[in-house]
C-alpha cells in the first residue's frame, strides 16, 4: 500500500507538470495574478494530497486493526487442529475392553485436560443433531424409514471440532437417507 | 494513534488563526502581494501537514507489520502452555510400573503426536545442559563436590518448554550447589 501511495503521488507529479506549464503561459499575460493562482493551486494540491493521505491512514489503522483482532481470535487454529488426532486416539484407548481402571482415569484426565485446554481457546465439538453439510461429512448411509426420517444422523464415527465459528474439521457421520 | 494525529491537526488548526489574522493586517497596507504571501503560506502548510500525513502513514504500516509478524509467530502460546501439563500427565502414565504393553504403545503415540505438533508450532523442550535462571528453576539443591562441581543439573523434576525465544515454562531441577 505504501509502495501504492509513492507511485500515486509520483503520477501526481508528472501529470501536475503541464498544469504548471500552461499556469506559467498564463504569467506572461498577467503577472501578479498568475503567480497568487499558481500558489492558489499548489495550496489546494497539497490540501488535496494532504486530505487523501490522512484518509488513507486511517483506512490503514482501521484494516490493521480488523487484522489484527481476526489473528487474536483464531490464533490457536493450527495447533488445534494438529492435536485433534492425539484426543481421537486417547477415545479409541478408552473405548478398548480390558484395560485397567487405573489406566482409564489417567487417560480419561488426559483428555479431559485437552478438551479443557481447548474449549479455553474456543474450540468445541461439532452438535450432531440434523445432518449439515456445512459441519458433517456423511462416510456412509443407511435406507431412511418412519422411525428414521432422512437427514437424521445414525452413528458419529469421528468427531467434528470448531473454532469459533470456523469448522477445523467436519464430523464423520452415518447418515439416513 | 489516529486521534493522535487528530488532535495534532486541530491543535495546529488554532495555530494557524493567529497567522492568519496576522497575514490579514499586512494586506491593509500591501493588498496583492500579501495576498500571494497567504497563499503561498497555505501551499506550505498544507505541504508540511501531507508530508508528515505520509510519513505518519509509513510508520503506521511499519509497526502494524511487525505487530502482525510477532502476533504470527507466538499464536500458539496460550494453547501450548495449557497443553503441557497434559504432556506431564502422559509421561507420568507411561513411568507407572506393570502397564501393558499395548497400554504403553498407546500412550506413547498419543505423546509422539503431541509432541510433534507442539514442535511445528515452534514449542522445544528446554535444554538442561549447565543450569541457567533464565530457563531453569532450582527446586532443591544438593552439595557440589568433585564429582558434581556447582551449577550442574542433578536431575529433572519437570520438563521446561520455550516456543522459540519465549519462555513457556522452566525446567524444575535439582541442582549441585
Known amino acids: 500500500m505504501t509502495e501504492e501511495v509513492k507511485d500515486e503521488v509520483q503520477n501526481e507529479d508528472l501529470q501536475d507538470q503541464p498544469v504548471v506549464e500552461e499556469a506559467e503561459k498564463k504569467v506572461e499575460e498577467a503577472p501578479e495574478k498568475s503567480e497568487l493562482e499558481l500558489a492558489n493551486e499548489r495550496a489546494e ?23 489484527r483482532q481476526s489473528l487474536q481470535r483464531y490464533r490457536s487454529q493450527d ?11 486417547l ?15 489417567g487417560i480419561s484426565m488426559v483428555q479431559d485436560s485437552l478438551i479443557q485446554a481447548l474449549k479455553e481457546e474456543g474450540v468445541t465439538e461439532v452438535a450432531v443433531e440434523a445432518f449439515d453439510h456445512n459441519l458433517h461429512m456423511a462416510v456412509q448411509t443407511l435406507p431412511a424409514d418412519d422411525d428414521h426420517p432422512a437427514d437424521t444422523i445414525a452413528q458419529v464415527l469421528q468427531k467434528g ?16 437417507n
Request: aromatic residues 6%.
Open 79 to 89: 495447533l488445534a487442529k494438529k492435536i485433534l488426532p492425539s484426543l481421537d486416539n
Open 91 to 105: 477415545e479409541r484407548a478408552l473405548a478398548v475392553e480390558g484395560i485397567s481402571e487405573d489406566v482409564a482415569k
Open 161 to 176: 471440532y470448531q473454532l469459533h465459528d470456523r469448522l477445523l474439521r467436519p464430523a464423520m457421520v452415518v447418515v439416513y
Open 45 to 67: 494540491d497539497f490540501e488535496n494530497k494532504y486530505l487523501r493521505a490522512h484518509a488513507e491512514m486511517q483506512n490503514i489503522q482501521r484494516r490493521s486493526n480488523e487484522e
